[in-house]
């Protein structure tokens, strides 16, 4: 594996552990303070939160990992980030709720209707936030920027 390659997918996959925790913590300060669920259907069970917002990282890792190789083009890693974790979000929610429940006309609103919410329009912001952070990490690492040491890797002469 060539090193532009390497970095692009050491770089997505930090990118995608830190967008998955901006997920769980802003699902969780916007659940408590409009005091509401995020997945607000009982009957979707316990699995499609989790499953789609799983979904939404994942679309995320390997959009970075694609387009982080060049670090360039800025606007497709923010766009193409943000617009799949989105999809997958809604596919993923959709797919869990006809499979809880078994009708797919009223899986497809669910997750179309999640896809609208608060909780569905957080996901692509954070992944387009997280996205640009990835790219001047993989901008300043394509430049030859050195990693950053700790302190007892530094020689005394620094």
């Not at 979707?44 to 387009?67: D, K, Y």
């Amino acid at each position: 594996m060539d090193l532009s390659r390497r970095n692009a997918w050491v770089v997505a996959a930090f990118a995608a552990a830190l967008d998955f925790a901006a997920i769980v913590c802003a699902w969780g300060f916007v659940s408590l303070l409009t005091d509401a669920d995020v997945i607000a259907a009982p009957d979707a069970g316990l699995f499609v939160g989790p499953a789609a917002a799983g979904a939404s990282v994942a679309a995320v890792l390997l959009t970075l990992a694609h387009t982080l190789r060049r670090p360039e083009r800025q606007l497709p890693s923010v766009l193409f980030s943000a617009i799949w974790s989105w999809v997958a979000l809604v596919v993923v929610a959709t797919v869990g709720y006809a499979i809880a429940t078994g009708t797919l006309l009223a899986a497809l609103l669910f997750g179309l209707g999640l896809g609208v919410t608060w909780f569905g329009l957080l996901v692509p912001a954070l992944a387009a936030v997280v996205a640009s952070f990835a790219l001047l990490v993989a901008r300043g690492r394509s430049s030859g920027m050195a990693r950053p040491r700790w302190p007892w890797e530094r020689d005394d002469e620094e």
